[in-house]
């Protein structure tokens, strides 16, 4: 397809477990993002990939996070530990490199919940 | 899906009428904004933008507006539709040149026949 893809669509997990999520971004986009959002709430700033790059990861809550985007395309969010708290949906998006606007194209998400 | 917006403001709207979606912001220096809609199940998709040296724009059947003064955003739909029903979210872009987005909290449209 045309657009952001992200696997697992949905992923129930027990706490302590290690959890991988995937985003295939749309092609020739170098700019790539990923947001958390919880229920009934705007989508969060997690991590800013630029190329292969992490240009900005000050949104990792805590260091059981970590984001890889070896060949600059497909991105993996790793989420180690997990806990209740990081249920939510992790979005993926991305753009074209040196647009500027704030145009996004986002996934459907992958839903996580931690049991 | 499971819907994104339990537990947001709603606005309910006949179809074929205007609708008006309010949006605060905290800080005064930002300098870009963009509308998204969210409908159910699916990711955020852009609507529109405007940067700090207007104070409308105009798409298709939208308006945004901008008050600096009061920090306050608007988005417009004209002969609102039920495919508008979603959750519209403002946004405004952080430091940094690239899509640092804060989102705000979101606001339901539920359109009615």
């Known amino acids: 397809g045309a657009g952001v893809s992200q696997t697992p669509s949905n992923k129930v997990t027990e706490k302590g477990k290690y959890v991988e999520l995937r985003c295939d971004p749309i092609?020739?986009?170098?700019?790539l993002y990923w947001y958390r959002q919880s229920l009934g709430q705007g989508p969060e700033f997690l991590i800013y990939f630029q190329g292969t790059g992490a240009a900005d990861d000050s949104g990792l809550p805590n260091d059981r996070f970590f984001a890889v985007r070896p060949e600059g395309s497909v991105s993996t969010l790793k989420i180690q530990r997990t806990e209740r708290g990081d249920s939510a949906v992790y979005l993926c998006?991305?753009?074209?490199?040196?647009?500027?606007?704030?145009?996004?194209?986002f996934g459907e998400g992958s839903r996580l919940t931690v049991l | 899906g499971e819907s994104v917006g339990l537990h947001l403001p709603t606005l309910s709207v006949q179809e074929g009428d205007n609708s008006i979606i309010n949006c605060a912001y905290s800080?005064?220096?930002?300098?870009?904004f963009i509308w998204y809609k969210q409908e159910s199940g699916k990711g955020p998709q852009f609507i529109i933008d405007?940067?700090?040296?207007?104070d409308k724009r105009q798409g298709q059947r939208v308006t945004v507006l901008l008050n600096k003064t009061v920090k306050h955003l608007s988005l417009q739909i004209a002969a609102t539709q039920p495919g508008d029903s979603a959750v519209y979210f403002c946004?405004?872009?952080?430091?940094?040149?690239?899509?640092?987005?804060?989102f705000g909290a979101g606001t339901r449209l539920a359109v009615h026949p």
């Open positions: 998006a991305s753009s074209q490199q040196g647009t500027n606007t704030g145009e996004l194209f």
């Open positions: 946004a405004e872009k952080g430091a940094g040149g690239y899509n640092k987005l804060i």
């Open positions: 800080n005064s220096a930002s300098d870009y």
């Open positions: 092609s020739g986009h170098t700019a």
């Open positions: 405007i940067r700090s040296n207007m």
